[in-house]
């Protein structure tokens, strides 16, 4: 089982800079690829960036592009989300996930384990 636990989240203004967390519990996370995925008040939750397990592949959606990169440091069994230029559309509960290879980045169905959430907050 992994226990996967986000941070960083936080209200903020438009135009800033947040880094979000991702920490697993009793397990490395070298073997998984990982992703971040939001949800937003009375919207389905959706796809925002993921890594493969190796780092070799990365993936975004559309509208974080250029402004959203993610990272992962399997020593630390940790991975990140730094989230730039944000807008007040960025707002949302933001989820860590993780899979078991072969999986699909994109495709939250595929993913095996989830956090709980850490809610970023865009003012305009």
């Known amino acids: 089982q992994v226990q996967l636990v986000e941070s960083g989240g936080g209200l903020v203004q438009a135009g800033v800079s947040l880094r979000l967390s991702c920490a697993a519990s009793?397990?490395?996370?070298?073997?998984?690829?990982m992703g971040w995925f939001r949800q937003a008040p009375g919207k389905e939750r959706e796809f925002v960036a993921a890594?493969?397990?190796?780092?070799?592949?990365?993936s975004f959606a559309d509208d974080v592009k250029g402004r959203f990169t993610i990272s992962r440091d399997n020593t630390k069994a940790a991975v990140y989300l730094q989230m730039n230029s944000l807008k007040p559309e960025d707002t949302a509960v933001y989820y860590c996930?993780?899979?078991?290879?072969?999986?699909?980045?994109?495709?939250?169905?595929?993913?095996?384990?989830w956090g709980q959430g850490t809610q970023v907050t865009v003012s305009s």
């Open positions: 009793g397990r490395t996370l070298s073997n998984y690829n």
């Open positions: 890594i493969s397990w190796g780092g070799t592949s990365i």
């Open positions: 996930a993780a899979a078991i290879p072969p999986s699909k980045l994109e495709v939250s169905s595929e993913y095996d384990y």
